[in-house]
């Protein structure tokens, strides 16, 4: 079993910061690419930012320039740095990643979810 759970969510103002959080733990063999996903009240949810297993990352070109991810292989941790947040902002970020286990196999995970709202 893996869990991966979020922190760092919260209230920002505008222009504020926040850094986000996704401890992965259970069976875990390695950690391959991660990812941050938004869902907006009302809309679908859309990538924020992914990261590979080698630091390669891509971002929504709504966040490239204020948005940072990372990734603490040691800690099973990968971390989304927001700057200069926009309410347009505003959703539940959850986590992603992929996983491969003791034992064989790898499987997708995602975190339960933590909201950001960004007040104007």
């Known amino acids: 079993q893996v869990q991966l759970v979020e922190s760092g969510g919260g209230l920002v103002q505008a222009g504020g910061s926040l850094r986000l959080s996704c401890v992965a733990s259970g069976s875990i063999f390695s950690l391959n690419h991660m990812g941050w996903y938004r869902q907006a009240s009302g809309k679908q949810r859309e990538l924020v930012a992914h990261?590979?297993?080698?630091?390669?990352?891509n971002y929504a070109d709504s966040v490239k320039g204020r948005f940072t991810i990372s990734r603490d292989n040691a800690k099973n941790t990968v971390y989304l740095q927001m700057n200069s947040l926009k309410p347009e902002d505003t959703a539940v970020y959850s986590c992603?990643?992929?996983?491969?286990?003791w034992g064989g196999g790898r499987t997708n995970y995602w975190g339960q979810g933590t909201q950001v709202t960004v007040s104007s």
């Open positions: 990261i590979t297993s080698g630091g390669n990352t």
């Open positions: 992603n990643a992929e996983v491969f286990r």
